[in-house]
């Protein structure tokens, strides 16, 4: 460590640093946050525990509070050790839906290609097997590069130019080699995004297939809507992460348009899910209406025992 100062915390420089732009960025944050929890919640209390909307409330979560409490406040501090715990929550929650994400693909080419075999396939057992798999893949995947970094030293400066603790601004703190963790990086992040990418692209091009062959048009229009709540998630939550992690950006022009897009990744993404999925399940919509209708009953019900 020579003469180096020992860092035990970060700047997070955030989103910009106009400071009249401070106020409008934190009730825009604020306001995306909410629905998304709000969102995801719904889907929760209306479907018994909807894997992927709990995934999605804890994603946000990650990032968001820290956030809004640094621009509510001006103190744009982080512990090393909070930003640990943020970065390792962060990329291994996002593993994890990428596996989630190729899980429901594969459930759905059972659903369109082998609809007789359906409920033999995807039992009760294999879907609890294939769901806690990819929660466990998707920490071992991350956990060991992110003690790895943490591990190094970080001796000054502490500035990080990202409105969370992301990996690549990360490593240019770090003064010590860092091309093992780099390559180790590289290998995981293509790994699990680009892996798991193939498998839903393989699934949905044989669920295509089957249904440019199906001779009703119908049934291929069902079947088409089966699917795009999934193709639009997919669409959405791959490409922002593509961009980041596959293609890195280099400099300050770079580093702007990463956090761009990690805001759509982090904000946007995760608010339009609830509705791209709600809005496309019948069933959600069933059980909605049910709800309501029975709120309203029990309004109703009430008034008239006050009335008399």
């Not at 406040?73 to 990329?91: A, E, M, N, R, W």
């Not at 919509?285 to 009335?307: A, E, H, P, S």
Request: with cysteine; proline share 3%.
């Amino acid at each position: 460590m020579g003469n180096h100062t020992v860092v035990t915390e970060f700047v997070l420089l955030g989103l910009s640093d106009a400071c009249e732009l401070q106020g409008l960025i934190f009730l825009g944050l604020l306001l995306t946050h909410l629905l998304t929890l709000l969102g995801n919640l719904l889907i929760v209390g209306i479907a018994l525990m909807h894997g992927s909307a709990v995934l999605e409330t804890w994603f946000t979560s990650v990032i968001f509070p820290k956030m809004l409490t640094n621009i509510l406040t001006g103190d744009k501090t982080i512990s090393v050790p909070g930003c640990f715990l943020q970065s390792f929550l962060y990329f291994f929650l996002g593993t994890t839906e990428f596996f989630l994400l190729a899980v429901m693909s594969f459930d759905r080419y059972v659903a369109i290609c082998n609809p007789l075999r359906y409920a033999t396939i995807m039992s009760k057992r294999t879907c609890v097997q294939l769901v806690l798999c990819s929660w466990v893949a998707g920490f071992l995947l991350i956990i060991f590069p992110s003690f790895i970094t943490f591990r190094q030293p970080f001796c000054g400066p502490n500035v990080i130019n990202h409105f969370f603790c992301d990996n690549f601004p990360l490593l240019e703190l770090i003064c010590a080699d860092t091309s093992v963790i780099e390559l180790l990086g590289f290998i995981v992040a293509n790994f699990s995004l680009l892996g798991t990418l193939s498998v839903t692209a393989t699934c949905y091009g044989h669920i295509l297939h089957t249904i440019l062959h199906v001779p009703s048009a119908k049934e291929r229009q069902k079947a088409f809507s089966t699917c795009s709540s999934h193709i639009a998630a997919v669409s959405l939550f791959y490409g922002s992460c593509i961009f980041m992690y596959v293609r890195s950006g280099k400099g300050n022009e770079g580093e702007d348009k990463n956090k761009v897009v990690a805001l759509l990744n982090t904000a946007v993404t995760p608010v339009l899910n609830p509705f791209i999925y709600t809005l496309r399940n019948k069933q959600v919509k069933k059980i909605l209406n049910r709800n309501i209708l029975m709120i309203n009953f029990r309004n109703k019900t009430y008034m008239d025992k006050l009335m008399r």
